[in-house]
């Protein structure tokens, strides 16, 4: 591996700065992304091809000197390979035909054949030769709980009520469905890492909007499960694990407890607090505003480098975003956090 910083940071071993890459770097704030797109025709052909996978995700790594390259896809093609029938209709979010609501859905949902998700692990390798070693690759899976959420609800919500009231009044029909999730997700990340990816990062979108309870059983608990599979496997022990539930600030004492190397946090958590509260045990992830990036270059630079001076001197820092990038970022904002990232951190070791 020609850089790499990424892994060493997550391992928490000293780098000569600090390693940077964003969620959702590749996307539509790209206007070559939006090329590939229209020519795709729909974000699942381009997901589904491995082709136009690896040149997607490479896009960004052309632009900028990122230190990690993650899988282009999504976490619904889990859910998908399930059967239960995904589209992304233009402009909106993602839809699925059918719902999880009821005994007898719930009843008939299995972990996939993971030959069904084979264009996924098609587009791993192809990415890890088109690399040739340049950064490590990131693979990802959702967390059984946030892909319960659109099963449940059949897409996005705003108040995510029908499972909500699930977890109060049905909580073995919730059980069930990240139980097959968590088994589901073992296999998928297995498959990945299989396939060549260098470290695997689990994004918990909406635990945070759970009770406390009900996030330690339902997303938590089936993220441990998840972990607990890959560290028990000597085929997918040694891949260093993030874990990211956006909104769990206030439970990352029991989520750095949760068996991975690296903890995501989102913007809204003190990263110097943080770091103070769970020591040496993980590397943090984050985390800057993503909205910050809609500002001028200078001032991204400087809310950039009060996120690296809020990490500290202690090894074990990964710059990211508190969530994706928004598609109306200014391509050159990117060029200037990345810039002050590296600079800064250099000059601070
Ligand atoms: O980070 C990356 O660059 C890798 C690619 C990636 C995508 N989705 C591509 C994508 C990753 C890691 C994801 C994860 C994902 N997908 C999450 C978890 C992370 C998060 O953002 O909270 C979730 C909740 C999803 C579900 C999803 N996929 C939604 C809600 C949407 C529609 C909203 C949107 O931003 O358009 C998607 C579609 C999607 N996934 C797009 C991309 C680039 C946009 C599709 C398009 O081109 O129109």
Redesign the pocket.
């Known amino acids: 591996m020609q850089n790499d910083t990424f892994l060493r940071a997550l391992r928490r071993e000293p780098t000569d700065y600090t390693p940077v890459w964003l969620?959702?770097?590749?996307?539509?704030y790209l206007p070559e992304y939006t090329r590939t797109?229209a020519r795709a025709g729909s974000?699942m052909t381009l997901a589904q091809t491995p082709d136009l996978a690896t040149e997607v995700t490479l896009q960004p790594l052309e632009r900028y000197p990122l230190d990690a390259a993650?899988?282009?896809?999504?976490?619904?093609t889990v859910p998908d390979a399930m059967g239960l029938g995904l589209s992304?209709a233009e402009g909106e979010?993602?839809r699925f035909e059918r719902t999880l609501r009821d005994d007898a859905a719930v009843a008939s949902l299995d972990v996939p054949d993971m030959e069904k998700l084979r264009y996924v692990f098609d587009a791993v390798s192809s990415i890890k030769r088109a690399l040739a070693g340049r950064v490590p690759l990131i693979g990802?899976a959702?967390s059984p709980f946030?892909l319960a959420c659109y099963m449940i609800e059949g897409g996005?919500s705003e108040d995510y009520a029908t499972v909500r009231t699930m977890a109060a009044a049905r909580p073995d029909l919730l059980a069930r469905i990240v139980d097959v999730n968590a088994r589901a997700v073992a296999a998928y990340l297995r498959e990945q890492i299989a396939a060549g990816a260098d470290a695997v990062m689990i994004?918990d979108?909406w635990g945070g909007m759970l009770t406390a309870a009900a996030y330690r059983r339902y997303s938590l608990a089936s993220m441990r499960a998840v972990l607990g599979a890959l560290a028990a496997d000597t085929a997918t022990r040694a891949v260093p694990t993030i874990v990211f539930t956006?909104g769990g600030g206030g439970w990352l004492d029991e989520i750095a407890a949760c068996g991975a190397a690296g903890v995501g946090l989102d913007w809204t958590v003190d990263l110097a607090q943080a770091r103070a509260r769970v020591g040496a045990r993980v590397a943090l992830q984050g985390n800057l505003d993503p909205l910050v990036l809609l500002t001028d270059p200078e001032t991204v630079a400087r809310e950039a480098i009060a996120v690296v001076e809020a990490a500290g001197p202690a090894p074990g820092h990964i710059f990211n975003l508190g969530?994706?990038i928004v598609p109306r970022t200014p391509p050159d904002n990117v060029a200037a956090l990345v810039e002050a990232v590296h600079r800064a951190s250099r000059r601070a070791r």
Do not use: E
């Open positions: 969620m959702r770097q590749a996307g539509r797109r974000f993650i899988l282009f896809s999504d976490i619904l992304f979010g993602p990802f959702g946030t996005g994004f979108t956006k969530h994706g």
